[in-house]
């Protein structure tokens, strides 16, 4: 795909070059002679050109090279799908084969001449003679299997390790580690179970260049273990349960292992070493176990496709380069390369008839109209009779230079008329400007009296509301005191409302302190008295403990009559000493009690005093409180006194300034009118002056309007 795009590329290279170089030399030139401009390309016409091939051939291009990216995704789809069946189907066959090598080795354990003669070669009486001809026998037996199969190339039984001499073997191995070997540990441990060893340069015990079926080989009639049964296959084998498998032209089709190595290729790889690709790494990746994928090998891309030989735990690969795939898809390259070259040359065709229905009427009419700015209204053009935009645009040409003509006819006279006109008003206004001047000095001197009047009664106004100003200020501290002082005054009186409620409730705190302290004392005198009760307790105690000691001493005199008695004895003598013990326990906890009562009486004396003072302050609080609300009533008095006089101050000073306002007013008004007749005057007079400006310049604007319509040929 590659090399075709290259191609088709340089191919459309070379055509461009043609082209731009033949229209350049041609069409673009000349059409940069008629239009006049130096560079043929700022036309529209090549603009329009460039938009058809800028539009046409990249969107051919695209279409072709998706359209072949399409076809190779299908083609790569379907083939990788037709491989999967076929290599599946190869699959089949050789675990088909597979499974026939295994059921010979069953056949070969099921043998009755194989088990027989291998239990009878353990028979010690035998003699030397009789167990040779015993392993001939097997040996033959295994022979016959050998040659009634064409793909089996030698069975042998092997003990299970090499010291063993009981054990039957129809061959020696070439070496002991064989027994040591790992594919020999798994036959062991697969205990009777097929194991499907791959392709090794050596073989495994006597022909080279095999593969091989193996199991741990047990007696059928004794149950008993004879050695490791191995049969060497033919590599052939392999190729023949395959068959012509083919997954398309350049493939290759390959047996691996798990360890990635050849079991099998008809394309010269070598057993025992890596494939070319890792099937099992993808397998880890992405956990399908028959599948297929792409990949790169030697920068080409390979189309791998995999399927598992579920018996020998092995995989079928077949591999086949993707350009082999999709180098039908070379056909959709080549037809886009033509496609592009069509699409070059007919943008370059429509380009060029565009440039002549478009492009040169186009710069004919921008000549014309030239032509018409230099001044020449006498141009038209001669593309009227065309119907389409370039003919309704010459008629608008031709009709806008019809009516400019007519405008410029109407103008010139008018310029005459207006120049007449200009002298006659130039003259009325220099005799209007004399008048005007002689007025406005009259309405200064005026204006100048107004204003000096004006001024001292606006100051008298400023003071008066100064005044009115402050008084206000006055009157909102006297409301903001008034307020504060009535706020005090509330306070004032919630502050003794709370002392008195403070002070009952000191004294109710003082009458419930001299009756704890009394409860506390009562509380002291039970205790002594409990204390007393347990010193009684106590003596009775100990007097029982020494009536239990006489009745104890007393039993014992009695002898065997005694025993029932002195173990009553014996009991109430325990009852004392516990009797003892929960009596000190409670003296115990009596006196805590007692000492801690001592304490609570002694806080208690020590807080008496204390809340004494306290009531003390709080009433001196209150008197206090008392003493700040009796004033404070005065001082609202008096505050209220204050604000009723400022008040009727504020009043006087609002009179007097209302008629300060009304002198200010007037004067204000005088000075006003005074300076509105002067201002009108000014502007008279200004006016005045700008009607003979306005006359002068309208004089030589008309001169100018006269000299530029001369040159405007009609």
């Known amino acids: 795909m590659k090399g075709t795009l290259s191609k088709a590329v340089s191919k459309l290279s070379k055509f461009w070059g043609k082209a731009r170089d033949g229209v350049s030399a041609t069409d673009m030139k000349r059409l940069g002679r008629q239009i006049g401009l130096q560079n043929p390309v700022r036309s529209v016409g090549t603009k329009l050109l460039l938009i058809f091939f800028a539009s046409i051939v990249p969107l051919v291009l695209v279409i072709g090279i998706m359209s072949y990216q399409i076809s190779k995704s299908v083609i790569k789809n379907k083939v990788a799908d037709a491989s999967q069946q076929t290599i599946s189907q190869a699959t089949d066959k050789v675990d088909f084969m597979l499974e026939s090598m295994e059921n010979i080795t069953v056949q070969i354990m099921s043998d009755d001449a194989v088990a027989d003669n291998m239990t009878k070669y353990k028979d010690k009486s035998l003699s030397q003679f009789d167990k040779l001809q015993t392993g001939q026998l097997v040996s033959n037996r295994l022979k016959s299997y050998t040659l009634s199969n064409n793909k089996i190339a030698d069975i042998n039984i092997l003990p299970l390790s090499a010291e063993s001499t009981e054990s039957y073997r129809t061959a020696t191995p070439a070496k002991d580690d064989v027994y040591k070997s790992d594919w020999f540990k798994k036959i062991v441990d697969g205990d009777g179970k097929a194991v499907w060893l791959p392709t090794k340069k050596s073989g495994y015990v006597s022909t080279p260049n095999s593969f091989a079926v193996a199991r741990v080989l047990r007696n059928i009639k004794s149950s008993t273990v004879?050695?490791?049964?191995?049969?060497?296959?033919?590599?052939?084998?392999?190729?023949?349960?395959?068959?012509?498998?083919?997954?398309?032209?350049?493939?290759?089709?390959?047996?691996?292992?798990?360890?990635?190595?050849?079991?099998?290729?008809?394309?010269?790889?070598?057993?025992?070493?890596?494939?070319?690709?890792?099937?099992?790494?993808?397998?880890?990746?992405?956990?399908?176990?028959?599948?297929?994928?792409?990949?790169?090998?030697?920068?080409?891309?390979?189309?791998?496709?995999?399927?598992?030989?579920?018996?020998?735990?092995?995989?079928?690969?077949?591999?086949?380069?993707?350009?082999?795939?999709?180098?039908?898809?070379?056909?959709?390259?080549?037809?886009?390369?033509?496609?592009?070259?069509?699409?070059?040359?007919?943008?370059?065709?429509?380009?060029?008839?565009?440039i002549r229905m478009i492009a040169r009427p186009l710069v004919a009419l921008r000549n014309l109209m030239t032509e018409g700015a230099r001044g020449n209204l006498t141009v038209r053009t001669k593309e009227t009779n065309r119907r389409d935009e370039i003919g309704q645009l010459s008629a608008s040409f031709n009709e806008m230079m019809e009516q400019i003509t007519a405008l410029v006819s109407q103008t010139n006279a008018s310029a005459q008329e207006v120049l007449q006109t200009a002298a006659e008003l130039s003259e009325a206004s220099k005799k209007t400007s004399i008048s005007a001047k002689e007025i406005a000095v009259a309405t200064e001197e005026i204006a100048s009296g107004a204003s000096s009047l004006a001024v001292e009664a606006e100051r008298g106004s400023d003071l008066t509301g100064g005044i009115g100003v402050k008084v206000g200020h006055v009157v909102d501290a006297n409301e903001i005191m008034e307020t504060a002082a009535a706020e005090v005054?509330?306070?004032?009186?919630?502050g003794a409302d709370y002392m008195s409620e403070l002070i009952t409730k000191t004294g109710t705190t003082e009458d419930m302190i001299r009756a704890m302290a009394e409860k506390v004392e009562k509380l002291q005198e039970s205790t002594s008295s409990i204390r007393k009760i347990l010193d009684m307790l106590n003596n009775i105690t100990k007097q029982t403990n020494i009536l239990s000691l006489n009745a104890t001493i007393e039993a014992a005199r009695a002898g065997a009559a005694g025993k029932g008695f002195m173990v009553v004895a014996d009991e109430i003598r325990k009852l004392a000493d516990q009797s003892r013990q929960s009596i000190d326990v409670v003296a115990q906890i009596t006196d805590r009690i007692q000492?801690?009562?001592?304490?609570?009486?002694?806080?208690?004396?020590?807080?008496?005093?204390?809340?004494?003072?306290?009531?003390?302050?709080?009433?001196?609080?209150?008197?206090?409180?008392?003493q700040v609300q009796a004033q404070m009533d005065g001082f609202a008095g008096k505050l209220q006194e204050v604000t009723a006089s400022v008040r009727e101050l504020q009043d006087s000073q609002l009179v007097l300034s209302e008629a300060m306002s009304n002198v200010s007013a007037v004067a204000e008004q005088s000075s006003a009118t005074s300076q509105e007749v002067a201002s009108l005057s000014s502007e008279q007079l200004g006016i005045s002056d700008g009607l003979v400006r306005l006359s002068g310049k309208l004089e030589r604007l008309s001169d100018s309007l006269k000299e530029s319509l001369s040159k405007f040929s009609i």
């Open 489 to 494: 005054q509330a306070a004032s009186r919630k």
């Open 595 to 626: 000492t801690e009562m001592k304490e609570t009486v002694g806080v208690l004396s020590e807080a008496y005093p204390i809340f004494q003072e306290q009531i003390a302050s709080v009433k001196n609080a209150d008197d206090i409180f008392k």
């Open 226 to 354: 004879e050695g490791v049964l191995i049969v060497e296959l033919k590599t052939n084998a392999l190729k023949d349960a395959l068959g012509v498998v083919s997954i398309g032209e350049g493939s290759e089709i390959a047996i691996v292992g798990k360890d990635n190595n050849i079991v099998f290729t008809e394309q010269g790889g070598e057993p025992e070493t890596p494939y070319i690709i890792d099937v099992n790494a993808n397998i880890a990746k992405t956990g399908e176990t028959s599948s297929n994928f792409e990949t790169e090998k030697d920068n080409e891309s390979i189309l791998a496709v995999y399927d598992p030989i579920a018996r020998a735990d092995w995989l079928l690969v077949g591999i086949i380069p993707v350009g082999e795939l999709v180098k039908d898809a070379s056909v959709i390259a080549k037809l886009t390369a033509g496609m592009v070259v069509l699409a070059i040359v007919l943008a370059v065709l429509v380009g060029i008839q565009v």
